[in-house]
């Protein structure tokens, strides 16, 4: 059997060592022995030495190539083999750089294209610039030497501004001057206009001494004053609270003027003689028809002095009628009242001292100069919640009424008849500096002025009553 080493595989055996073994338990004859190169049965093997120096042939075909010749031509084949993988890896290489200097000069001449693009855009633009540039210098240039011109310009326009703003401060005081003076006018006015046409005082409730005895007089003259209305006796005498008196009748100062309803309710089916036990002076309904009557005339004038809009619209004669129903009557005293309100919210009269339904105690608590700004002109300044609180109060009596519009809707329509206006020689504000005795007399005037008109009022109203009546 030959012996190999595991560190020469590709080595020939040289040594072959044949087993007793073999011999023994071979199933072959003798004469045939089993190679250990081929592991076949042969009868014929070489020698180490044949077997070392390669000098061996195939045993199957007549091959005249010995393994020695093979193995040259092997070791030829593999060093050709060699050379030509050396060859292509060198072409390869080659081929490779090839191939990378291509892309590189393909990239360079795309951005070498980009760049000539941006070069032909960026000098275009840079030709445009040095257009706009040119045109530009030429604009300062001109500037430039008109520049003097304009600075002299400046200098004008800011002596002008100067003036302008000395010109407008002293408008702006000669306006406050003349707003104050207006303001003493129109409080000068309104001070005359309820000194001497609708002069207001308060009537203090009589106190009488209670007796023990009653005589039939007094007891009659109680009765008189008691009205059944509505399944109920009510007490229409009004002589023991607190009234406001203007011009003559009188008003109850809380604002209840209920006795105007029960009248109308006692009088509306049946219609009083001559000879009725209730005088027309003493008639509560008439007192309260005609201070009504007077306190919208007085009103109208005081919004007029004021130049401001009321928010509703009123007629003097609205309080005239002698039948009006009770929701009618509520409504226009409500919009009395809500055009009072807006005259003390106009002037920032102080609203704790108001009270929605006290007519001419908010008349005089528009009046009071210590309270009230009377006079001012401007945006209302109240608060909003306080004026919300006093509306609110008499917003039911606005709301619910039968009236239409064509009798006092608040929307004027277009053929309102235009009043010619009348020019009348306006007295000098201010102090009358009259002796005593002269001041007397304008009192009395005054006073006999104020007379004849409660007397014509009064003739008015009768007449009216006897027309109605036809007594």
Known sequence: MATTNSDDSTSVPKDFQLSSSLDSGSRISPNYYRCQLCNNYRKVFYCKECVHNGDIYKSSSQCPERYADKQIKLLQLKAARKAVEDNCLDKLERKQKIDVLGSK????????????????????????YKAKIIEIIGKNEKLTKSLPKYEERVEKLGLYVASRREDNQRLKDKILNEQAQLQNVVKTRIQQLVQYIFPISIVLPKIEIESGEVDMVTALAEATRTTYISNQWVYNDNSGELQYCIVAPTLPGSGNYSSYNIWVAQNKDAVPGSSSTI??????????????????????????????????????????????PEQQFSRRVARLNANILHLCFTQNTSLNSLHPTRTLHNILQLLDTNIT???????????????????????????????????????????????????????????????????????????????????????????????????
């Not at 000069?105 to 445009?128: F, G, N, Y």
């Not at 509306?391 to 053929?415: R, V």
């Not at 020019?423 to 504000?429: M, R």
């Not at 102090?431 to 007397?455: C, E, I």
Request: some cysteine.
């Open 373 to 471: 700004d009377l006079g001012r002109r401007g945006p209302i300044e109240a608060d909003t919640q306080m004026a919300l609180d006093l509306e609110d109060q008499i917003a039911n009596d606005l709301q619910t009424s039968e009236d239409s519009d064509s009798e006092e809707g608040d929307s004027f329509p277009c053929e309102w008849e235009a009043v010619p206006h009348i020019q009348c020689p306006e007295v000098p504000a201010g102090p009358v500096n009259l002796p005593l005795p002269t001041q007397m007399t304008s009192t009395q005037q005054a006073s006999s002025v104020a007379g004849g008109l409660v007397t014509s009022a009064a003739n008015s109203i009768v007449s009216i009553w006897k027309g109605w009546t036809g007594r």
């Open 105 to 128: 000069i393909r990239q360079s001449r795309d951005r070498i294209e980009i760049l000539r693009l941006s070069l032909k855009d960026r000098r275009e633009k840079q030709k445009t």
């Open 279 to 324: 005088a027309v002076d003493h008639n509560p309904a008439y007192s309260i028809s005609a201070a009504l009557t007077y306190t919208a005339q007085l009103i109208s004038i005081i919004a007029f002095y004021l130049d401001v809009r009321l928010p509703y619209r009123m007629s003097y004669s609205d309080f005239c009628s002698s039948d009006m």
